[in-house]
């Protein structure tokens, strides 16, 4: 779990003038146009807006939400789409601070918050939340060639880490002098670059990070209790046993499991 805000650890950080003119409403990939929204009559969960089913996320923040041809995808996006064919409505995003949808006070306008959100118990205080839907633990990763294979192996070699992170305390609390970098994105350049031997942080970006070069790989992961979860308005009983019913349809048929392989590689063995 990062020790800061989600919004200080993006790859890109969201031009201030967004933040200044509100939420903009933006189209993601997949979801039928022409089928009208489940309601509450037909025993389904009732739609902010009629015929979509509007979710609040935070774009952009890879590789859970961002742009891509003009569209959003993303490992959340891929759920996000799932959801909507459940409920039979189009996807709508909107696209607003994590400010105001880690608050619950952009489920106001919204029938669900997709956004990489950790459940917490200060969260779970103003919003409900789904059953988890990611495990977000640390992981380790390294090339072949520099002969770190786990943990200890590590030890006395050069180990990179984002500043204020729980994968920085991580390796402080093992006993490693880690090299710290103020964010995600120059960790990875140092990598890559061979200026530290390994990296150690969140597996979703770290996974997506370095999922298309052979050169590296996850040698090791640490538990560490951080679970995703897709946040719905307090009370809202029917949102939430839909999600649910979503997120258990993914996981018994094998799409969860593979929409985080895409995204964020293969785990460590």
């Given at each position: 779990m990062q020790l800061k805000s989600r919004a200080t650890a993006k790859f890109s950080a969201k031009a201030a003038a967004i933040l200044a003119v509100g939420a903009i409403s933006l189209t993601a990939c997949g979801g039928g146009s022409s089928t009208p929204a489940a309601t509450s009559?037909?025993?389904g969960p009732q739609l902010v807006n009629s015929g979509k089913l509007t979710v609040c996320s935070d774009?952009?923040?890879?590789?859970?939400?961002?742009?891509?041809?003009?569209?959003?995808?993303?490992?959340d996006m891929?759920?996000?789409?799932?959801?909507?064919?459940d409920v039979k409505a189009e996807l709508n995003v909107v696209d607003s601070?994590?400010?105001?949808?880690?608050?619950?006070?952009?489920l106001t306008g919204c029938d669900v918050s997709i956004s990489?959100?950790?459940?917490?118990?200060?969260?779970?205080a103003v919003m409900d939340f789904s059953n988890p839907y990611l495990n977000?633990?640390?992981?380790?990763?390294?090339?072949?060639?520099?002969?770190?294979?786990?943990?200890?192996?590590?030890?006395?070699?050069?180990?990179?880490?984002?500043?204020?992170?729980?994968?920085?305390?991580?390796a402080k609390d093992k006993g490693l002098d880690a090299q710290q970098f103020e964010d995600t994105g120059l960790l990875v350049q140092a990598l890559k670059a061979g200026t530290?031997?390994?990296?150690?942080?969140?597996?979703?970006?770290?996974?997506?990070?370095?999922?298309?070069?052979?050169?590296?790989?996850?040698?090791?992961n640490y538990a560490t209790g951080e679970k995703l979860g897709i946040a719905v308005k307090k009370g809202n009983t029917a949102m939430l046993d839909q999600v649910?019913?979503?997120?258990?349809?993914?996981?018994?048929?094998?799409?969860l499991k593979k929409f985080e392989t895409s995204w964020f590689g293969e785990a460590a063995k």
């Open positions: 009559s037909s025993g774009v952009p923040y890879e590789p859970f939400e961002f742009q891509k041809d003009g569209k959003i995808v993303g490992f891929d759920i996000a789409n799932e959801l909507a064919k601070s994590f400010e105001a949808i880690e608050t619950g006070t952009a990489s959100v950790s459940i917490t118990d200060t969260r779970k977000d633990d640390l992981t380790l990763v390294a090339s072949d060639a520099s002969g770190i294979t786990n943990l200890d192996s590590a030890k006395g070699k050069k180990v990179g880490v984002q500043q204020a992170t729980t994968g920085a305390k991580y530290v031997d390994a990296a150690l942080g969140n597996q979703s970006v770290l996974g997506y990070a370095i999922k298309d070069d052979a050169k590296f790989k996850r040698v090791e649910n019913a979503t997120l258990k349809r993914l996981t018994d048929d094998g799409s």
